[in-house]
């Protein structure tokens, strides 16, 4: 049984920075993509950024430059480095994990980790 349980969120101002890991149980991160979503509260979830299984990161363009995805196999750990943050980055960020090393169907989600930007 898999799970992935996020961490690092938390109150930052305009400008901060927060580090957000996300530890995957019950199967080795390194053979899938992974990635972040997040949402506000009355709207859609949103795509934030993923990391193939060969290393390609994409990313939302409202984050390029800003955000870093990263992943340590061997600890079963994702990372998501939040910089620069303003306003509009304030949601729950949750942690996926598709089906295989690309862009697929979403198998797993995390329960969240809430980031608020003031």
Partial sequence: HVQLVESGGGSVQVGGSLTLSCVASGDTI???CMGWFRQI???????VARLDA???A?????VKGRFTISRDNA?????LQLNSLDLED????YCVRHSGWGLGTILYWGQGTQVTVS
């Fill in 41 to 47: 509260p009355d709207r859609e979830r949103e795509g």
């Fill in 90 to 93: 304030t949601a729950m960020y």
């Fill in 58 to 62: 994409t990313y939302t363009d409202s």
């Fill in 30 to 32: 390194g053979r899938y």
């Fill in 75 to 79: 600890g079963g750990t994702l990372s």
């Fill in 54 to 56: 060969y290393g390609s």
